[in-house]
């Protein structure tokens, strides 16, 4: 009796074990409760099975709340439970919603966005009511703060689920309303002035208009050239709040038109003795001190920032001291003002003055400030070389590469180092260090030629120089590669139908069966413009590869005639570009573009492999990418 009983305890242990706390969640996304409440915990639950961050031995949730506006990014690491992850958090008291990301814990270029359009929780109220926000504020992020944490945005989507919030909340629309006129003046160009009008109008019909409603008014108006309504509720804002938040505005206004330098100084402390409250006032010094230096005044722009260095950033103070340092004539107070900004970063790295961004969490702040010390690093350096100091740049760019060279680094600094080392004779370290950094993707045609002069220095002659150059090229295609196969996506592209500068329609879904490569750009893109001797080389490499097509889509220009902008600069640059017009700038927002020069490369079936943001600054490694690219979506 009593082994029966044993066995039979046995069998109920076992049983709990194993049906308790070994739960299984079938979702891929969860929370609970069902109705979270801002300032009351709420779990999230995660499996990341079949996306990018399935094999992650560590996860983090990133939480951007918001309401109107972001108000804060947060990060939570997540615990493996079973065959999902979790965490807690507590959604910040004012948020209304929340949109999350997952992100791999070791690797913040890993990252679940959820086909980048995240996932939204709204929040409720204590009645169980969901918060008006949680839907207008998401609608109004997609055509703001959105695109600044990686997620998609577009204004044609933010207006139309603006106008449902308007719909489904009346009683928030005015709050709302910033964010609407916004959009629609980009996206609705034609119709946007009788919009916003009729809009206007009917908050202007409102009894007891409160500050914000005035400030509406008076800015909105004048927006849409209605001066006679411009001026009549600017005056009437200035006499019920003549400290307000309107008033602050115009005043503002008033210091960024000034041309005068002298007045400008004079606003700026009169602006800050009237609203010693005003977000950020530093950033007055750091325009004034930015405006010295554009307009030649260096010597001003020095004596300036030395009376201000307590409000100076070091974005701003380090390229004001940069180009004071270009001057031959006062180079060693550019050269003082850099090494003061190098020593600014460096506090900053663990000791952060400033306060984090909302769009930050604290790991991508204390990331960014750590590239930030390393960008002040390599300014620092090169300035030293520039002036002749090559002994003491050194330590300077070495550490400067190598702390972000897995974020960005100018290869024309990799080039500086390396021939600094060569000029001091350093032969044996500038041979192991071109070894490395072509093994690490950052060969450039002037780093190969140091690369053979060093191995013909160290081995008489060039002979098996292309078998032992070959080794480190190899390494870089193959960590290339690497590198892009976790960067490939899968979706349809938007189809469109633009014409060229020949007058041809070109339509992208007519051109199935081939690779496609769209290069969004405008003439004022200096990144852009950079990058075009090395697309002409990509072109120049697949002109007679009937299967592989480039199209140069240009955008976002602000000319009287956008075609003829276009035409002289390809013209001028005899580049063998097919350029189509992106005149009312419909194709970029179709495609999501946040920024320029973004590529995108599309597989035989239509549909979008790749997408690139930005210039590395190596020319020569974007035919080698766009090639790899193909050739990956092709296996």
């Known amino acids: 009796m009593k082994s029966r009983f044993f066995v ?26 069902e109705s979270p409440e801002p300032g009351k915990t709420l779990t999230v639950k995660y499996n990341p099975q079949g996306t990018g961050l399935e094999n992650s031995k560590s996860i983090e949730l990133v939480v951007y709340s918001y309401n109107k506006d972001l108000i804060s990014s947060e990060g939570y690491l997540m615990k493996k439970v079973s065959n999902y992850w979790e965490a807690s958090l507590t959604p910040h008291a004012e948020a209304e919603g929340l949109l ?91 119709t946007a002035n009788e919009t916003i009008a009729a809009e206007l109008d009917a908050v202007a019909a409102k009894e007891n208009l409160t500050e914000d409603e005035l400030t509406l008014l008076a800015s ?92 100076m950033e070091f974005g701003y103070l380090n390229y004001c001291a940069g180009r004071i340092a270009d001057d031959e004539a006062i180079k060693e107070k550019g050269l003082e003002l850099m090494k003061t900004a190098l020593d600014l970063a460096k506090t900053e790295v663990g000791n952060p003055k400033g306060e984090k961004p909302e769009y930050s969490t604290n790991r991508e702040w204390a990331e960014n400030r750590k ?21 003491n740049a050194l330590d300077y760019l070495e550490e400067g590469i190598e702390t972000n060279k897995n974020y960005y680094v100018d290869v024309a600094d990799i080039e500086t180092y390396i021939s600094s080392l060569i000029e001091l004779e350093r032969f044996e370290k500038a041979q192991e260090k071109v070894e490395y950094y072509v093994s690490e993707g950052f060969g450039t045609s002037q780093l190969f030629d140091y690369m053979r002069d060093l191995y013909i220095r160290k081995n008489g002659s060039e002979t098996g120089f292309q078998e032992y150059a070959a080794k ?52 004022w893109c200096g990144p852009c413009l950079n990058s075009f001797p090395g697309m002409q080389k990509a072109v120049d490499r697949f002109k007679d590869n009937p299967d592989v097509e480039f199209l140069f889509v240009n955008t976002w220009e602000n000319v009287e005639d956008k075609k003829k902008n276009a035409e002289d600069f390809i013209k001028q640059n005899n580049y063998t570009f097919n350029v189509l017009m992106d005149f009312d700038n419909k194709v970029i927002e179709s495609f999501k573009v946040s920024g320029i020069p973004t590529k995108f ?35």
């Open 472 to 523: 480190f090229e190899s390494a870089a295609k193959q960590l290339m590669i690497e590198e892009l196969k976790k960067e490939m996506i899968n979706y349809p592209a938007p189809d469109f139908t633009l014409t060229n500068l020949e007058g041809k329609k070109v339509t992208l879904s007519s051109l199935k069966g081939k690779n496609v490569i769209i290069d969004f750009w405008a003439t």
């Open 601 to 635: 490369i599309i597989d035989a079936n239509g549909n979008v492999r790749f997408k690139s943001v930005g210039f590395s600054g190596n020319t020569d490694k974007i035919p080698d990418e766009i090639a790899a690219m193909i050739e990956l979506i092709q296996s």
């Open 100 to 190: 999350i990301k997952f992100v791999d814990g070791d690797d913040l270029e890993l990252e679940d966005l959820n086909d980048k359009q995240g996932y939204r929780i709204s929040l409720y109220d204590k009645s169980g009511i969901v918060f008006p926000g949680a839907s207008a504020g998401y609608a109004a992020a997609l055509g703001s703060w959105i695109r600044s944490v990686g997620l998609d945005g577009d204004s044609e989507t933010s207006i139309a689920k603006l106008r449902e919030a308007f719909q489904t909340y009346p009683e928030v629309k005015t709050d709302y309303l910033e964010f609407y006129f916004r959009q629609i003046l980009r996206a609705e160009k034609e």
């Open 371 to 391: 590239h930030t010390y390393g960008s002040a690093l390599i300014s620092y350096g090169a300035a030293l070389v520039k002036s002749g100091d090559n002994e």
């Open 8 to 33: 039979s305890l046995l069998l109920i242990l076992l049983f709990l074990l194993t049906s308790c706390g070994s739960e299984e969640f079938t979702g891929k996304f969860g929370y609970e409760p």
């Open 220 to 311: 909105w108006y004048a927006r849409i050239d209605n001066t006679d309504k411009a001026d009549e509720y600017s005056k009437l804002v200035y006499k019920k709040y003549p400290s307000g938040k309107y008033v602050q505005t115009q005043k503002e206004n008033e210091y960024y038109s000034e041309k005068d330098f002298g007045r400008k100084a004079e606003l700026i402390e009169e602006i800050l003795s009237a609203y010693p409250e005003i977000e950020n006032p530093n950033r007055f010094y750091n325009d004034l001190a930015y405006q010295y230096v554009r307009n030649g005044k260096l010597v001003e722009a020095y004596d300036f920032i030395k009376a201000n260095l307590d409000k």
